[in-house]
């Protein structure tokens, strides 16, 4: 059974290539190169994917080489591939099927392929033939030094130059295959095409993450129409507006935000790069500015007793929230994830969604069942801790949950204590976690310390676990007087 890639590599020697409908993208995606980052030890093909009519669902092809990988140069090698996905693209449109047998239908299309060949030109191409001459025998003869060898003259050599009528080679006129400039009418406007790369991160990301693409999309294409109106298509977006727009975005904001909205802009992009809709990702190639890292400051053991003794008297459900933080080491985000599933009272544990982990599992101590009120009748499937109570009905997004459990510790403790921005939620982990540390390497050594460590808070490695250490400057040294006096 002959192949589509039989017939493609046919197609690309012979050069016949036909216009016709790309409306209609059904039974198989648009044939894609992949150019191994440009190495070329490794090989290039063209890849494609297409419905199985079994299954009904779109199934990955087998790649397409061709002699591709022969050439040794990228020009070359990226040329015949265009070349081959230009010509694969149009063989599935006219009906070309992997599944089916394709030889019938190539050859009744053969002749319409090349039908729009320019007139032949016949160029006869004489054949000159030589009669075949047998050499004169040499004849051996034995002599002596004073004999001479005579040898006949041979006769002239007989040379007889017919020319017989042959075949005319056909010399079609090369085919134009330039593709025209002007190709509007395929671009996509800066709206379709954020909104084409949103649609491909939407099962990829988070909706958090996919809500920050979308405003963040949003904000671009407003600043767009407004600097650069003659800026309608994607394609259109240069390293040199992507650079005005994140300094526009800086003056505004901090150097952190101007980063994390490259970043969201940068993956959007990339969407757009991949599928052939712009040629190249501008964004990633703009610099990435130094940005001062946020510090969360540790509470001193006067100022902690005071907030935990203040709030139980005026908010105990804050309390719990932040007995979280502060004695499972667990982040603002995490605790609120939580479900009255997540806590498993007779192994003493507990199941949440972590930063670095879809699953993680962590010891309940002692320290929060002292203070964690009766669960075992509450719905299973409600959220453990909520604005109401414990195990009540809060049917909102996670990071609202996060941000409405800050503005009410700004609004109960941070007011009340006269509390600065260097101090949040966070802070009573990073408080915790200092404490339990210098408690622990008094009797051990460092590295036995963060050993212990590193199995309670959660972290994945130990240059992970120093890292966190030595930002929240949790080991000091001792007194070192006596060795400078």
């Known amino acids: 059974m002959q192949t589509l890639n039989d017939f493609l590599i046919f197609e690309h020697e012979n050069k016949c290539f036909l216009e016709h409908d790309l409306s209609h993208k059904k039974t198989f995606s648009p044939p894609k190169i992949y150019l191994a980052n440009g190495d070329l030890n490794r090989r ?24 591709a990988n022969k050439l040794r140069t990228k020009t070359d090698r990226l040329n015949i591939l265009n070349h081959y996905k230009k010509s694969l693209h149009r063989l599935l449109k006219e009906g070309y099927d992997p599944y089916k047998d394709n030889l019938d239908r190539f050859l009744a299309n053969k002749p319409k392929a090349c039908s729009n060949m320019s007139p032949k030109k016949i160029v006869p191409a004489p054949i000159i033939e030589k009669e075949k001459v047998t050499p004169y025998p040499f004849i051996k003869r034995s002599v002596s030094t004073t004999q001479v060898l005579e040898v006949p003259k041979a006769e002239p050599l007989k040379v007889i130059s017919t020319v017989k009528e042959v075949e005319p080679i056909i010399v079609p006129e090369p085919i134009n295959t330039v593709e025209p400039e002007n190709k509007d009418e395929t671009k996509m406007s800066l709206r379709e095409a954020f909104d084409f790369a949103l649609t491909m991160k939407e099962k990829l990301v988070k909706p ?37 727009f994140l300094n526009h975005h800086l003056i505004k904001n901090t150097p952190r935000s101007r980063n994390n909205c490259r970043v969201d802009l940068s993956s959007m992009m990339q969407v757009l790069e991949d599928n052939e809709i712009i040629p190249v990702n501008v964004i990633r190639k703009t610099p990435v500015l130094k940005a001062k890292p946020e510090r969360h400051k540790r509470y001193n053991p006067k100022t902690l007793e005071a907030i935990f003794e203040y709030l139980k008297k005026e908010d105990p459900t804050l309390l719990l929230y932040i007995q979280f933080i502060s004695y499972n080491f667990m982040r603002p985000i995490e605790v609120c994830r939580l479900k009255v599933k997540d806590l498993n009272l007779e192994t003493k544990t507990l199941s949440f969604q972590a930063k670095n982990s879809p699953l993680k599992t962590k010891i309940i101590p002692e320290i929060i069942l002292d ?4 669960i075992s009748k509450l719905p299973k499937e409600n959220a453990l801790i909520t604005p109401d109570g414990i195990g009540k009905v809060w049917d909102t997004q996670t990071d609202n949950k996060r941000d409405y459990f800050s503005k009410r510790f700004k609004k109960i403790v941070k007011t009340k204590f006269n509390l600065g921005t260097d101090y949040g939620l966070y802070s009573f982990r990073h408080t915790f976690i200092t404490k339990l540390y210098r408690k622990l390497v008094e009797n051990s050594s460092p590295f036995e310390a963060k050993s212990v460590l590193m199995n309670i808070t959660g972290h994945t490695s130990m240059v992970a676990l120093e890292k966190y250490l030595r930002d929240i400057d949790a080991h000091l040294p001792t007194d070192y007087s006596d060795l400078i006096r």
């Open 44 to 67: 290039w093909y063209v890849y494609f994917s297409f419905r199985n009519p079994k299954t009904g669902k779109l199934e990955r092809q087998k790649n397409i080489y061709g002699i």
């Open 208 to 244: 958090r993450t996919l809500q920050d693409y979308r405003n963040r999309s949003k904000v671009f294409i407003k600043w767009l129409n407004e600097e650069y109106p003659n800026v309608i298509h994607a394609n259109q977006i240069t390293r040199k507006i992507s650079m005005d």
């Open 371 to 374: 203070v964690l009120p009766d």
